[in-house]
């Protein structure tokens, strides 16, 4: 079993990297190593598996992504008839939800369709609830996130939840709902539960974590409370969770074997392991039912139910075979499992306690016990979390001993009671969310002053597979038993993780990143020993902007720590909207806005023409805006900056129009000319007149563009000018993140995600 596990695993890992899927004959030959798994030979056995673990993952991706949306449907307003399949989530300006698709109809005509949609309605929208059946016009997208391969992937994360399409509906007379659905079923019992804790809570700041651990909506809780979780490490405690699944399981099992024991009869009908197990499945798989049945979940209660009936036939397997059969079983039912940092967290935790505990003789207490388990865990998570989150928290094992019997005790149970009494007797159910709200409450106070201290979290670039096989390495010899020769060497391969550094440019080179942060602007100029980071992307709501979830993911993958020059070209919200939460997690050492800005105050430095610099080798000079008190307009006022190696420059211009261009065509002439031209306001057609392109003469542009915007940039008759000047393109809606390198001598060759690392899940 355990060679079986390990082979598929791998197999699939192999299909995940994959930018295209092999064709049907090449699967159906594949299949033919599936009698090869139960060769008597330990490596047939192996390849066997690996390849069956690499055909099933394209086979299950075919059928995913065959639920994709038709080509001549993108950006069409079309009429869509279903059913609304996950708990509404409502801010001031939107509602959000699931939508399952019964009817697609455009231009009269019925069409194929995905079997859910990921829906949004901005502006005026009804109240709507779980289960009711809609007619809606809607505009379609394809799922598509920000592509900058760090960070959060938006697109991968609908992909894992069979979502192959987003829409926003369009107001229309005609949009209204059909039926209301009147059947019991296991989501309306979440909304209702969900809006009774809003009711029995009002304006407690901890009320999203209640509802989080009853029905599994984490949509309550803030940015503000997620970050201390995670500086913690106690974020896995914050929604209904493997832990919670198996303590319901395990308090189950003990509880009704105990009264099983009680009756003769009922042990001589079953045996009370047998009967307990039962009971004990069907109470995790209830709990999960309320978490919606979502994939980590899902996956939870497999490895639950799998491990408890190991148990109960522990003469048969061993622990290592259980974990193995839970692995393989997860992986069978959803070969995307691998792609969420969640089913590496589970299983390295499960495996490493299996690890260090294997054998172990001799009787400890139980308080050091515990104590050994968290350190143990929060050890053997190390690398998962330096290379999903490129941080760790080391505050975690001290947190975590106290949280999780602190949660899984004293809450737990309280939210877990109110939810079954809330629907017979809401005051005693509201006494006890209160109750649970006031443990919540005093161990947030604690994980609050853990998050504050400054040790509390160590932040890794991202690192390469080299350093991670090291550090796995160190973490298998530290959980080897006592007295175990050369036990502590292991420690030596810890150090290329310690010391880990990213390449930097060279002295004389700047490397450029155009970052996808959507409709909106954002580049990260490197030399060899500073930073700039020239806009910030936008705001796009209280919880939501592309400082923090963009941005600050690259600078930390990277290692950049501290920003030498923060430079906002305007104070347009897509270029200045992710300022705040960059000044809140990082170091700015320069706060560079122009003179109109609304920032000025604050800054350290205004933009204004003639003011240059110098760094490692390589020139930044402001070209724009100077003293001219026409340029007052947003737009026009763009801090215009060129950047110039010894053999080659970029000229950003941020959101400057056609009386700007003409400007700087008058005042600088030759110094305008660039090797790469970051594209004014987006490709407008305000912008990029042909007199300054032949000015700027660049051998190629970037531009930070938003896929399929409202906007419809950039405009086709400017594209054109650039062809007809033999300017190659590239920009963000259509490339992802644009990654270049001035050198001494010319531009490096252009890099993009959509070349270098998109997936066969990735729309194209």
């Known amino acids: 079993m355990r060679i079986l596990a390990l082979g598929f695993l791998i197999g699939v890992c192999i299909a995940q990297q994959l930018s295209q899927l092999w064709s049907w004959p090449g699967l159906l030959l594949g299949l033919l190593a599936l009698p090869w ?135 229309h007379q005609q949009n209204q709902k059909l039926a209301d659905n009147a059947a019991i079923s296991i989501n309306r019992l979440r909304q209702a539960i969900r809006e009774q804790i809003n009711l029995s809570l009002p304006q407690q700041h901890l009320s999203g974590l209640i509802a989080a651990l009853a029905v599994g909506d984490r949509d309550g809780i803030s940015q503000q409370q997620w970050s201390v979780f995670t500086k913690t490490g106690t974020n896995h405690l914050m929604a209904i969770s493997g832990l919670h699944i198996g303590l319901v399981a395990a308090m189950s099992f003990f509880m009704f074997r105990w009264l099983w024991c009680r009756s003769r009869r009922a042990m001589l009908f079953l045996a009370a392991d047998k009967a307990a197990l039962g009971v004990a499945i069907c109470m995790a798989l209830l709990y999960a039912a309320l978490a919606g049945f979502a994939i980590p979940t899902q996956r939870a209660l497999i490895m639950t139910a799998v491990v408890m009936w190991g148990i109960t036939n522990r003469r048969l397997y061993s622990s290592v075979q259980i974990l193995s059969m839970a692995m393989l079983l997860v992986l069978i039912v959803d070969a995307n499992a691998v792609l969420s940092a969640g089913f590496w967290l589970s299983f390295c935790a499960v495996a490493a306690i299996l690890f260090s505990f294997h054998q172990r003789i001799g009787k400890q207490p139980w308080w050091w016990l515990w104590l050994r388990l968290q350190f143990i865990v929060s050890l053997a998570l190390v690398p998962v979390l330096v290379i999903v989150f490129q941080q760790a928290s080391l505050i975690s094992p001290l947190a975590n001993l106290i949280a999780v019997p602190w949660v899984s005790v004293l809450v737990v149970p309280l939210v877990l009671l109110g939810g079954v009494l809330c629907l017979f007797t809401p005051e005693v159910a509201t006494l006890l969310w209160t109750l649970a709200h006031f443990f919540m409450d005093e161990l947030w106070l604690l994980l609050k002053f ?82 700039l980071l020239y806009d910030t992307g936008a705001r796009f709501s209280e919880q939501f902007d592309a400082g923090q979830a963009v941005v600050l993911p690259v600078l930390r993958a990277l290692g950049i720590k501290q920003l030498d020059t923060l430079l906002i070209s305007h104070d347009d919200n897509d270029h200045v909207g992710g300022l705040a939460s960059l000044r809140e997690n990082l170091g700015i050492k320069t706060l560079m806005v122009t003179a109109n800005s609304r920032y000025a105050s604050q800054a350290q430095q205004i933009c204004q023409a003639g003011h240059s610099w110098s760094w490692d080798g390589i020139q930044f000079q ?66 990029s007149s042909l007199e300054f392109l032949q000015a700027v003469r660049p051998k190629l542009a970037i531009g930070g563009i938003g896929y399929a915007n409202r906007f419809g940039f950039p405009k086709a008759e400017v594209l054109q000018r650039y062809e007809d000047q033999g300017i190659k393109v590239y920009h963000s809606g259509e490339d992802g993140m644009i990654t270049l390198r001035l050198t001494n001598t010319d531009i490096s060759s252009v890099q993009t995600f959509n070349r270098s690392a998109l997936r066969y899940w990735h729309s194209r």
């Open 37 to 171: 798994c139960f060769s008597a030979n330990m490596v047939w056995r192996f390849l066997a598996s690996l390849v069956c673990g690499l055909v099933w993952t394209q086979i299950h991706a075919h059928w995913v992504l065959s639920d994709g949306l038709k080509a001549e449907l993108l950006q069409q307003v079309v009429v869509v008839e279903g059913d609304i399949a996950s708990l509404p989530r409502q801010d001031e300006h939107s509602l959000r939800f699931e939508f399952d698709v019964d009817e697609l109809y455009w231009q009269g005509q019925a069409q194929d369709h995905p079997k859910r949609i990921k829906m949004a309605w901005y502006g005026r929208f009804p109240a709507v609830n779980v289960g009711e059946h809609w007619r809606l016009h809607v505009r379609l997208k394809p799922p598509r996130g920000f592509r900058n391969g760090y960070g959060f992937d938006y697109e991968t994360w609908l992909y894992q939840k069979h979502i192959r399409a987003s829409a926003y509906v369009v107001a």
């Open 450 to 531: 853990f998050a504050k201290l400054e040790w509390s979290v160590w932040q890794t670039p991202q690192v390469t597979l080299w350093v991670i096989i090291s550090s796995c390495i160190t973490i298998a010899f530290l959980f080897l038993p006592k007295g175990t020769p050369t036990r502590y060497w292991g420690l030596v391969c810890l150090l290329p993780l310690v010391f880990y550094k990213p390449a930097t440019p060279a002295p004389g080179e700047a490397l450029i990143r155009l970052l996808d942060v959507g409709q909106g602007l954002s580049l990260l100029i490197q030399t060899q020993h500073h930073a």
């Open 622 to 687: 402001i070209l724009h805006p100077g003293t001219d008190r026409r340029f007052k307009i947003r737009n026009d006022s763009s801090c215009v900056l060129k950047i110039s190696s010894p053999g080659a420059s970029i000229l950003l211009t941020g959101d400057i129009e056609k009386s700007t261009e003409q400007h700087l065509l008058s005042a600088y002439k030759v110094l305008l000319s660039s090797d790469v031209l970051q594209i004014p306001h987006h490709g407008s057609n305000t912008s």
